[in-house]
């Protein structure tokens, strides 16, 4: 049990289609991420949250919308993805938004974009 | 710039052999430095961390000793396990006189340990 649960585990979608990644944390923490993570390439944040205000948002397109509705929950809004979206998205807890604060990590959902 | 730079992987090793993986860092300010692993199938663990020079993390086996002056934290373990096969990832988090900062991760090093 890693405390950041994630849901669905695997997506298969079109490129027309709407979904949305669920994440819930159980942990007590005030910050959530989200992180993609591709093959052989470094993960990149996508999006902070500190006390369910959006802090970062790295030049992610907007095809991604994140919602944090409060601090133990965060979804990303998904719609018109490209393949090259395809990749293992991680979402991340901490206690709070500071340098030293380890994050806490999900298992992840597998998405492809066909 | 912030950034990581670890040792390509993958690296191959017999059971109870001993590991090191690189990782250098550059960073402004005054980095904390981690280092997570990433078990098949499975999100990231924070493995052990570091947060000023000289300190060593410490944590199943595993060390690790953030150093200054060749700006690195490389990872270390006397003895590997067929159990520790994963992917290794070092990672640095910068405080901006007192803003927040974010973690920069490096690529990841995969680790196979054979019996």
């Known amino acids: 049990e890693t405390g950041v649960t994630q849901t669905p585990r695997h997506l298969v979608m079109g490129m027309t289609n709407k979904k949305s990644l669920k994440c819930e944390q159980h942990?007590?923490?005030?910050?959530m991420y989200w992180y993609k993570q591709s093959a052989k390439k470094p993960l990149e944040l996508m999006f902070v949250?500190?006390?369910?205000?959006?802090?970062e948002n790295n030049s992610v397109p907007s095809r991604f919308s994140p919602e944090c509705p409060n601090s133990s929950h965060l979804f990303l809004h998904l719609h018109t993805l490209q393949p090259e979206d395809s990749a293992l998205y991680l979402c991340?807890?901490?206690?709070?938004?500071?340098?030293?604060?380890?994050?806490?990590f999900g298992n992840g959902t597998r998405l492809t974009v066909t | 710039g912030n950034s990581v730079t670890q040792m390509e992987g993958p690296v191959t090793l017999s059971e109870e052999a001993f590991l090191t993986i690189n990782c250098t860092y550059t960073?402004?300010?005054?980095?904390?430095l981690f280092w997570y692993v990433q078990y098949p199938g499975e999100g990231l663990q924070l493995l052990l961390k570091?947060?000023?020079?000289?300190d060593k993390g410490s944590n199943k086996g595993f060390e690790a000793t953030y150093r200054k002056e060749t700006t690195s934290f490389h990872l270390e373990k006397g003895s590997v396990q067929v159990s520790d096969s994963a992917v290794y990832f070092c990672?640095?988090?910068?405080?901006?006189?007192?803003?927040?900062?974010?973690?920069?991760f490096g690529k990841g090093t995969k680790l196979s340990v054979k019996p």
């Open positions: 990672a640095l988090s910068v405080r901006y006189g007192g803003s927040q900062g974010n973690l920069i």
């Open positions: 949250y500190s006390l369910e205000e959006r802090v």
């Open positions: 991340a807890s901490s206690q709070d938004w500071k340098a030293n604060s380890p994050l806490h």
């Open positions: 570091a947060t000023k020079a000289d």
């Open positions: 942990l007590g923490h005030n910050a």
């Open positions: 960073a402004t300010g005054y980095p904390s």
